[in-house]
């Protein structure tokens, strides 16, 4: 374990992705030393390459991930070697190096019918392949880090970095007159860059031994449905909201079951010392005013 500085060295992985990258920028405003690593550049089931990764550093964030829910669908296999067994391989690189790990999961892990907030202790219960591969990534990091790993989980992340819904709503209010978006789901929209301040938080409270290992819930606070999502994109924006119209999950059917209630409870963060992040439209509407989002209203419409 490297003590060069007091935040100590930070290894981020899954670098290129669209939290990773708002983890490095958030690192380097906070003049934290940070290395990150694409996955390109590191392949998180090869245990000799992780090792090698990880020496020297006090502190992991994992940001690498398969992330196509539809796609494990048919390739749970794959799915599982990323987010279980590299979530494994890397859990022990940690342990040996006696780094903290934050590792980031997803409410995919709990089975979604719940009217009430998940607590972070509540049963899990995946009901698709993605969220069975990510609870096997966080049964890893229990075992292995008990006491300095951290489980972050997150949901209905947006971000400039990379294709999200906030993005595809702003892009097709310059190709059609309404949308039909879903509102029987319900969830915390999160922009990534305000999750990004939470994990580099969570990490320096854990190096300065304030923040007990375990399982974190880094959504915003709040509720809404993908429709309220739009309409709060659309008003952020000067369009019209009343342009989105409600619909059902029944209209729009894919591969992997979704889950219909997606909103988490936070009370762990008060352990670590820290506030909840803050409700999902205040995130939103400082998000909106990004270049990357702004200048999607700037767009043409499709002839």
């Known amino acids: 374990m490297s003590t060069d500085s007091p935040a100590g060295r930070w290894l981020v992985t899954g670098a290129a992705g669209m939290l990773g990258q708002d983890v490095l920028a958030v690192l380097k ?3 934290i030393d940070a290395v990150g690593l694409r996955r390109g550049d590191l392949d998180i089931t090869d245990p000799d390459a992780v090792r090698a990764a990880v020496e ?7 940001c690498a991930a398969w992330t196509d829910v539809d796609g494990a669908e048919t390739a ?15 859990a022990a690189a940690c342990a040996a190096a006696r780094a903290r790990l934050v590792h980031v999961s ?3 892990v709990l089975p979604g019918d719940a009217a009430e907030p998940y607590a972070e202790d509540a ?15 966080e049964q890893a990091v229990a075992e292995l880090l008990p ?4 489980v972050v989980r997150t949901a209905w992340l947006y971000g400039e970095h990379g294709p999200n819904f906030v993005a595809t709503m702003l892009k097709l209010a ?11 789901q319900h969830g915390q929209p999160t922009w990534s860059h305000a999750l990004a301040r939470h994990l580099v938080g969570l990490g320096l409270a854990a190096s300065a031994g304030r923040a007990p290992g375990g399982v974190y819930h880094g959504t915003a606070s709040g509720r809404t449905t993908w429709m309220g999502l739009a309409r709060e994109t659309y008003r952020l924006s000067g369009l019209d909201p009343e342009r989105i119209r409600p619909t059902t999950s029944e209209a729009f059917v894919r591969p992997a079951v979704r889950p219909a209630f997606s909103v988490l409870g936070h009370g762990r963060w008060a352990a670590a010392g820290m506030e909840p992040m803050p409700d999902w439209r205040v995130q939103l509407a400082e998000a909106i005013t990004r270049p990357a989002f702004a200048d999607l209203l700037e767009l043409p419409p499709e002839s």
């Open 29 to 31: 405003s906070a003049g």
């Open 56 to 62: 020297g550093a006090d502190v992991v964030v994992n």
């Open 76 to 90: 749970e296999e794959a799915a599982t070697a990323v987010n279980g067994t590299g979530v494994r391989v890397l």
């Open 106 to 108: 997803t409410d995919y």
């Open 123 to 137: 049963a899990t219960g995946p009901v698709n392949a993605y969220g069975r591969s990510k609870l096997v990534g």
């Open 147 to 150: 006491q300095d790993g951290y």
């Open 174 to 184: 310059a190709q059609r007159d309404s949308l039909d978006v879903v509102d029987d």
